[in-house]
């Protein structure tokens, strides 16, 4: 005899595996043409029966075809996340501590593009970009997103929970402004600031329009736009696609295992925005 | 307190630079342009007045990307909300296994789109795997793949978009769902209401700040689809989207970029007035269900 609990969280369990199963299939399918044999034609049964190679993962990191791609998009995620805790810190605390008309009006702005659509931009930050001669270099892919509003919205409302006798009493023994940011309140703000490396992390590693509207050298590819080009060449198969794509989102899965309770807590503490 | 003013503005610093040179300059450059025949090749530029918004509105790829970005909005968020609602309700209660199914629902949203979108176009292709689900449901799929018929290729995508949303929202609601006080189902428990009395009396007036909340982010983003579209059909088999048009018309063969600017400031309006809609009806006191 089946209990009528028992029924309805056995119910409950089929559902959510086979909504898991619909979740987590194609990244899986993924994973499994990535270590397939490249040039063969790939049909549905073989997920199971077809054999299983590294070969397409080492002719990409034989060639240039991945391994420049991969470095340009850890070098610009590696600057601008860098960039965002520094900055983020810097004016976030002046708009905590500071209360200034001038400061009322920049948490203003801060709000205002924090909800803009973003698209408005495309045209006049290519435009700015080709004048200025930063189109197509490092600068251009890293420059406009060096501090984020949702960076300094977060890192503010975490400094206002946090009391200030600290910082009084460091300014008391004669410390400066900038000493009190950078040993009193940065070590303070750990957790809002690694919530917010993560996203921001995330969304540069991931991000596809800007970096392909700014650059056009192969050089300067990240890993998104290098990969969505490949697509539609002729030299190119699934399976090497594939793998290159594997190697986009392993990074992201890996880090997500380690940090889901920061990655989480930052999705409800805001919602991101691209 | 002079020098605590000075010290405020070097730390304010590096936003108020950001906003000037990244923000507020290319956002009132591009109202101007907008009104303007500057393109890239062109020497110099001549003012048109409204001569852009008048062309836009009888230009036919315009008008398909407009229609085309309401059936993507109009179709996919209704649907997201939806599904991520009933997720977080499966996964809310306290079962053995319950952060496995929650992690698993939300790792979609973060992979990145551009390969999503790969995937997808692989497994919407002919004779891939959703064509063999069509066909063993009784459905005949697309000849030439979901991706290359117009009757299916926009909503093949919005589908892959709704899969890929929905563990993200999920998240969201969860949380919304943690803010209920238990006391409430408590009383209720005691005045005798049964769990779907329940359901629709406390659980979905008391979410309904987090589900307008949701359809605000979401929609000023679904307004803005284009990636997927640049990957997965490059506009073709009608699923150009606004700001698909604004890439192709402003950064491709012609670079126009005073009239992409004014497609970017038409679109613009749009997504300010639903989000001034919804911002409205996220303040009423009284619920809207």
Redesign the interface.
Do not use: E
């Given at each position: 005899m089946v209990t009528g609990k028992s029924a309805s969280?056995l119910v409950?369990?089929v559902?959510?595996t086979v909504?898991?199963a619909?979740?987590?299939f194609?990244?899986l399918?993924?994973f499994r043409?990535s270590v397939m044999s490249a040039g063969s034609s790939?049909?549905?049964g073989d997920f199971f029966s077809s054999g299983f190679t590294l070969a397409n993962y080492a002719d990409l990191f034989a060639g240039d075809l991945i391994t420049r791609p991969l470095f340009n998009s850890l070098i610009v995620g590696g600057v601008v996340t860098l960039g965002n805790i520094v900055?983020s810190l810097?004016?976030a605390?002046?708009?905590a501590r500071?209360r200034?008309l001038?400061?009322k009006v920049?948490f203003v702005?801060?709000i205002l593009?924090l909800?803009?659509?973003?698209?408005?931009?495309?045209?006049?930050?290519?435009?700015?970009m080709l004048k200025a001669g930063l189109y197509d270099s490092y600068w251009a892919l890293i420059?406009?997103w060096?501090?984020n509003p949702i960076g300094?919205f977060l890192v503010k409302q975490y400094i206002e929970s946090i009391p200030q006798s600290m910082e009084d009493a460091a300014r008391v023994d004669g410390a400066g402004?900038f000493r009190v940011?950078f040993t009193i309140v940065m070590p303070l703000c750990k957790p809002a600031l690694a919530v917010l490396a993560i996203q921001v992390f995330?969304t540069n590693?991931?991000s596809?329009?800007f970096p392909?509207?700014l650059t056009t050298s192969d050089q300067l590819r990240t890993?998104?736009?290098a990969?969505?080009l490949y697509?539609g060449h002729q030299a190119i198969d699934?399976q090497h696609?594939?793998a290159g794509?594997s190697i986009?989102?392993l990074p992201?899965?890996i880090l997500?295992v380690f940090m889901?309770k920061r990655?989480?807590s930052g999705?409800?503490a805001g919602?991101i925005?691209? | 307190m002079k020098s605590?003013?000075a010290?405020?503005?070097v730390?304010?610093?590096?936003?108020?630079l950001?906003?000037g040179?990244?923000?507020?300059?290319?956002?009132l450059?591009?109202l101007v342009?907008g009104f303007t025949d500057y393109t890239l090749l062109g020497r110099g530029f001549n003012w048109t007045g409204l001569e852009n918004f008048r062309l836009l509105f009888a230009d036919p790829a315009f008008i398909s990307a407009l229609k085309n970005t309401f059936i993507f909005v109009g179709g996919t968020i209704p649907i997201t909300t939806t599904v991520a609602l009933l997720?977080a309700l499966?996964?809310n209660?306290q079962?053995k296994?319950r952060g496995?199914?929650r992690?698993?629902?939300?790792?979609?949203s973060?992979?990145?789109?551009?390969?999503?979108?790969?995937?997808?176009?692989?497994?919407y292709q002919r004779?891939?795997?959703i064509a063999?689900l069509a066909s063993m449901a009784g459905f005949t799929p697309p000849q030439h793949g979901f991706l290359f018929d117009s009757g299916s290729a926009l909503y093949s995508i919005m589908a892959m978009d709704v899969?890929m949303a929905v563990?993200?929202y999920m998240?969201?609601f969860?949380?919304g769902l943690k803010a209920i006080p238990d006391e409430l189902y408590e009383a209720a428990e005691i005045a005798g209401a049964g769990k779907i009395r329940q359901f629709f009396s406390i659980t979905l007036p008391m979410l309904r700040p987090v589900a307008l909340?949701i359809v605000v982010?979401n929609t000023?983003?679904s307004?803005?689809v284009?990636?997927e579209i640049?990957?997965m059909t490059k506009g073709k088999f009608d699923t150009s989207t606004?700001?698909y048009f604004?890439?192709e018309t402003?950064?491709t063969t012609q670079f126009q970029?005073g009239y992409?600017?004014a497609a970017?400031?038409v679109?613009?309006v749009i997504?300010a007035l639903f989000?001034i809609v919804q911002f409205v009806l996220l303040r009423r006191r009284q619920p809207i269900w």
């Open positions: 969280s409950r369990y559902i959510a909504i898991l619909i979740m987590i194609p990244l399918w993924m043409v790939i049909s549905i900055f810097m004016v605390y002046s708009l500071y200034l001038l400061n920049l702005t801060v593009i909800m803009i659509p973003a698209h408005i931009v495309i045209i006049p930050l290519y435009v700015l420059l406009p060096l501090v300094i402004d940011l995330f590693w991931n596809f329009l392909s509207i890993l998104p736009v990969l969505a697509q699934w696609l594939m794509s986009a989102v992201v899965l997500f889901q990655i989480v999705i409800t919602g925005k691209q | 605590s003013k010290t405020a503005l730390l304010s610093l590096p936003w108020v950001t906003f040179v990244f923000w507020l300059f290319p956002i450059y591009s342009i997720l499966l996964v209660r079962f296994g496995l199914f992690a698993g629902y939300f790792v979609p973060i992979t990145s789109m551009v390969v999503v979108a790969l995937i997808f176009t692989n497994l004779g891939g795997y063999m899969w563990g993200y998240l969201i969860l949380a909340f982010i000023i983003k307004f803005q284009m990636v640049f990957v606004s700001v604004i890439y402003g950064l970029f992409a600017s970017a400031y679109l613009f997504i989000s």
